[in-house]
């Protein structure tokens, strides 16, 4: 089961406020390093569905009313549309968000603003995990990508088989990777067939606490990210984290399923990684830390890529055969990949094949005689009935939900980030108190605002 947590680092700010409305669209820096008018004259992602799977979304925010769908919390509470808590909204806008105001020219604007979002609670009955109830709903509910800035340490088998039915079902999802610094990809990201983004700044370096890995097949802005939501005083909040560079990939993906509707999933994911910019200093890829490179929306949807295989560079789910397909492929879904008048240009590396990952389930051949295939079938049985009770022992000597693993990111007694107001400055803000020994320290503890005196 997940111990899902956002996956966010957020900076304690006090007495800011509230945000001047070019300070919020000058702040989006992500969108100036997408170049927003080249993507969009391509496709603003219209009549594609993206659910984010999360804390729930301010249905009702400036920058985000009229663009939500109804949406679902399986703890049956309503929370989808929830506002308490702005990390599902400021991750919405970054994928939808619209502005608003006269010319559209104030607040926050997402990468894909043409796509409707399907807001989908993180938290099921009783207060367990509801990620696998919820990624089922958005598959049945016609999502065509689903965002999970969320995170944990194990894989629960809702979770696994719930990633299998999206599979199954031609939907992408993606998955932020974590914030500890670690070599240790969170789940979802870290499982089989989904796609895993990490974080890099302004710089376009990897940020130092984006958790890294051989799962990571992109990165994207997370740092000094400005979003919608309600932070005190302010609806626009500003923070770090793996959480916001994963929906620049969904909003990515949506871009290119509203471009080429034909292509799977995985030929979505192709074309992402194929498009993406080499980084800096990079040698070879894939890169454990920035995977195949960083996300570039307009390359991707414009750049003569092969349409490839129907599983493109996602690994092959568990509880997906591997003669198996996704049913889009099966229908002959092979098209879509057309040649453009720009074969891509910039740091882009095209001829990077991304490694096709196979899934660990597949058998090899015995050739073995009846006293011998009876001693195997023996020694499976004892394998798996001591696999199974280590499992339940790590799970419930571990703190946390009762029966489940402890949540994501901080240790217990180390408080979630939090995030923090977005607007005028008074003076350099100051991160948090520091972790406990043993966890990844924050950035130095001072923060100089860019927008200090606008």
Not at 203 to 224: C, H, I, Q, T
Not at 403 to 415: E, F, L, T
Request: with cysteine; aromatic share 6%.
């Amino acid at each position: 089961m997940l111990g899902a947590t956002t996956l966010t680092a957020g900076f304690l700010l006090t007495g800011l406020p509230t945000a001047s409305a070019d300070q919020v669209r000058d702040g989006q820096w992500a969108n100036q390093y997408f170049n927003l008018d080249k993507v969009w004259s391509i496709t603003r992602g219209e009549g594609v569905t993206v659910a984010v799977i999360d804390s729930g979304v301010n249905v009702n925010h400036p920058d985000l009313a009229g663009h939500t769908l109804p949406g679902y919390d399986p703890s049956g509470g309503n929370n989808e549309v929830g506002a308490s808590n702005p990390h599902g909204t400021g991750v919405a806008s970054l994928i939808a968000g619209q502005g608003h105001g006269s010319g559209n020219g104030d607040g926050v604007v997402g990468l894909a603003p043409g796509v409707k979002i399907l807001p989908i609670y993180k938290i099921g009955p009783g207060g367990g995990d509801g990620i696998g109830e919820g990624i089922k709903w958005a598959v049945d509910h016609d999502a065509k990508v689903i965002n999970i800035s969320q995170g944990g340490p194990e894989l629960g088998v809702r979770e696994r088989d719930a990633i299998a039915y999206a599979y199954q079902h031609d939907v992408l999802i993606v998955a932020a990777t974590g914030n500890a610094g670690a070599g240790v990809v969170d789940y979802p990201a870290k499982a089989q067939g989904v796609l895993a983004v990490g974080a890099v700044s302004q710089d376009l370096k990897v940020w130092s606490r984006s958790n890294f890995g051989s799962e990571v097949l992109l990165s994207a802005p997370g740092v000094r990210i400005v979003s919608a939501g309600d932070c005190g005083t302010s609806q626009y909040c500003m923070d770090d984290g793996t959480s916001y560079a994963a929906p620049y990939v969904s909003a990515a993906a949506a871009l290119v399923r509203a471009k080429f509707p034909k292509l799977t999933a995985g030929q979505v994911a192709e074309r992402l990684v194929k498009s993406a910019s080499r980084p800096a200093g990079v040698s070879k890829l894939p890169d454990q830390h920035y995977g195949y490179g960083i996300v570039r929306p307009y390359e991707a949807l414009t750049m003569n890529i092969p349409t490839g295989t129907a599983q493109g560079p996602l690994a092959r789910p568990e509880g997906v055969d591997d003669g198996g397909s996704t049913p889009a492929a099966s229908q002959g879904a092979t098209t879509g990949g057309e040649s453009s008048s720009d074969p891509g240009s910039g740091l882009g590396d095209p001829g990077a094949a991304p490694e096709l990952k196979q899934s660990s389930s597949s058998t090899t051949p015995l050739i073995l005689g009846a006293i011998g295939g009876a001693v195997v079938l023996v020694i499976v049985i004892i394998a798996i009935v001591v696999a199974n009770s280590r499992r339940r022992s790590r799970s419930q000597s571990m703190p946390g939900q009762p029966g489940g693993p402890a949540p994501y990111g901080a240790p217990q007694g180390w408080p979630p980030a939090q995030q923090q107001p977005y607007g005028q400055q008074q003076g350099a803000p100051q991160y948090g108190q520091q972790p406990p020994p043993g966890y990844p320290p924050q950035p130095p503890t001072s923060y100089q605002n860019p927008y200090q005196g606008q």
